[in-house]
């Protein structure tokens, strides 16, 4: 009875300690997806407070997606993210072309701007100058503006080129080429040879140097999206509107004809008219004197007289 009672306590125990590590495993298993899914929205919510890693690519699509009704003051994306490149032209008279050109030049300065080229011919009524501006893209339309107002405007040209690719590419491009730059680098660190060591050393200037020349590009192209270019034309109120167009046909052939004999007519009076004076001086004691000699020339010479020839004494005939 007692064997019995002890195998039955040891079966009652044993059951207990199974169930006990059940509890245990099931409630341990509980705490552990709660605990991957709080980090799970942990994760969620920073992934959705972080910006786009893209440059702004899936605000865009985001933006592209969302109804026309929601965010209405919000920015455009698909229009702020990308890298334009403004380029403007344009031509306006005034009245004074050196305080209108001034006036120009304080708009660019007050904008953040400055001056890249000044050009300027003459001082007189038809007076020009040109001027390279580059200002602020954010500014671009606002100087163009300004400067429309210094006097009567005669013509506006602006031009935009779109680089977002570009730029994308470009960037793509240098961090692959910094990547290739560290690892010639790593392989340099390990060259155990004279050989070696020269061949990646060439490589290593090699690719630094084509990672510089990205570089330079990338300033350029960031150079032209941040600072546009406008070309100013102040003219004087003598100053033609515009440049004279090249033209064809019989009648402009003519017309260029006549003027090229008018002006040759010209020069040729012009140098007969220099001459005539040592013509005069010169020319007419010279032609008399040919006259003169041609005259001693035509005149006959005087004739000697003609004496008779002796007379030939007469033969006698042989006895």
Same mark, same amino acid.
Do not use: H
């Given at each position: ?52 890693? #893209? ?29 334009? !490149? ?34 300027? =011919? ?35 040209? !602006? ?42 050393? #060439? ?51 003519? =017309? ?25 001086? !010169? ?11 041609? =005259? ?19 033969? =006698?005939?042989?006895?």
């Amino acid at each position: 009875m007692t064997t019995m009672g002890a195998g039955m306590d040891g079966q009652v125990g044993r059951r207990r300690g199974a169930l006990l590590a059940a509890t245990t495993l099931a409630a341990a298993l509980a705490l552990t997806g709660c605990g991957a899914g709080d980090g799970a929205q942990d994760s969620a919510g920073s992934a959705a407070e972080a910006p786009p890693a #893209n440059g702004g690519e899936a605000g865009r699509d985001a933006a592209a997606g969302a109804p026309e009704g929601a965010g209405a003051g919000a920015p455009d994306l698909r229009v702020d993210q990308r890298a334009i !490149i403004y380029t403007g032209r344009m031509r306006v008279q005034v009245d004074d072309v050196d305080s209108a050109a001034r006036e120009a030049t304080a708009v660019a300065i007050q904008a953040g701007g400055f001056v890249g080229g000044d050009q300027r =011919r003459s001082a007189d009524a038809d007076a020009v100058a040109e001027l390279e501006l580059r200002v602020p893209a954010a500014k671009f339309t606002g100087v163009v503006e300004e400067i429309a107002k210094l006097g009567e405007q005669q013509s506006r040209q !602006i031009d935009t080129q779109d680089v977002t690719e570009e730029s994308v590419d470009l960037e793509a491009r240098i961090t692959s080429q910094r990547a290739r730059v560290e690892s010639a680098r790593r392989l340099l660190s390990r060259a155990t040879s004279i050989t070696d060591l020269v061949s990646l050393e #060439n490589e290593l200037g090699r690719r630094e140097a084509d990672l510089a020349s990205l570089e330079a590009k990338k300033r350029r192209l960031a150079d032209l999206t941040a600072l546009s270019t406008i070309t100013v034309s102040l003219a004087g109120p003598a100053a033609k509107d515009t440049e004279e167009e090249a033209e064809t046909g019989f009648l402009v052939g003519l =017309r260029g004809g006549w003027k090229a004999f008018v002006v040759s007519m010209t020069v040729l009076l012009t140098v007969l008219g220099a001459l005539l004076p040592w013509l005069v001086a !010169i020319g007419v004691p010279l032609v008399a004197l040919l006259v003169v000699l041609r =005259r001693r020339r035509k005149s006959p010479a005087p004739v000697a007289p003609v004496s008779a020839p002796p007379p030939v004494p007469a033969t =006698r005939s042989a006895p």
